[in-house]
């Protein structure tokens, strides 16, 4: 996880593997968050990037043990 914050907004890269209990990606992906001071002075999310939407996936019963 990255973050960097300018005067009134912040950016966070979140880097993982993404899946679910059947199916998990065949390698990591970063997903960019956007937030922004609202009225009350807190962050707030302003809007997502993922970057690149198409996610290659492999079966979780395929993927070895410690391979990411």
Do not use: C
């Not at 807190?42 to 492999?58: A, H, K, L």
């Amino acid at each position: 996880m990255k973050f960097t914050e300018g005067k009134e907004e912040l950016k966070a890269e979140i880097t993982a593997i993404v899946g679910d209990e059947l199916w998990v990606s065949d390698m990591k992906k970063t997903i960019t968050l956007h937030y922004g001071l609202n009225e009350s002075t807190q962050w707030e999310v302003q809007g997502v990037d993922v970057n690149d939407p198409v996610i290659r996936v492999i079966p979780r019963s395929q993927q070895a043990a410690g391979s990411f």
